[in-house]
């Protein structure tokens, strides 16, 4: 009986030893540009490393690929407004702005306004002129 209570804890720190001799090549870290790559060999789970004042630090990289994936549906997302945008406009849909021309009447409405700002302005840019070949009074010094 003792003797199986010796042998148990034995068998422990034999199996303990082994799976430590197993981790010790669990991760590989590859040198990159801008720091690190560690990978843990037993789930494949990588991490993204950089060395700085304060030592080693890790981020995972599925946090950094989840970020990625929700950019990318944006995106995708954002992509497919701007092609429905684009076909209702080629489709001439009312809701939607027209590439058509205006009408005749509002052709002439647009000219009319055209018409009485230009006189106006013009209007103004003779009282200018007119002010401006007035000779000036006399100085009575």
């Known amino acids: 009986m003792h ?3 010796l042998i148990a ?3 422990l720190l034999v199996a303990a030893s082994s799976s ?4 010790s090549g669990r991760y590989r870290l590859e040198r990159t540009e801008s720091g690190f790559v560690r990978m843990d060999t037993t789930t494949g789970r990588m991490s993204f490393c ?5 030592g080693l630090s890790c981020a995972d990289a599925d946090d950094q690929a989840a970020s990625d994936q929700d950019r990318i549906d944006a995106l995708t997302r954002q992509v497919a407004a701007l092609e429905a945008r ?3 406009l080629e ?10 021309l205006p009408s005749d009447e509002e052709f002439e409405q647009t000219m009319s306004l055209m018409e009485r700002f230009l006189r106006r302005f013009m209007g103004i840019v003779k009282d ?3 002010d401006a070949t007035e000779e000036p009074a006399p100085d009575r010094t």
């Open 3 to 5: 003797r199986a209570l």
């Open 9 to 11: 804890p034995l068998l």
């Open 20 to 23: 430590v001799a197993q981790d």
């Open 50 to 54: 950089e060395s700085g004042s304060a």
């Open 86 to 88: 684009v076909a209702a």
């Open 91 to 100: 489709a001439g849909n009312p809701g939607e702005p027209s590439a058509a």
């Open 128 to 130: 200018i002129e007119g």
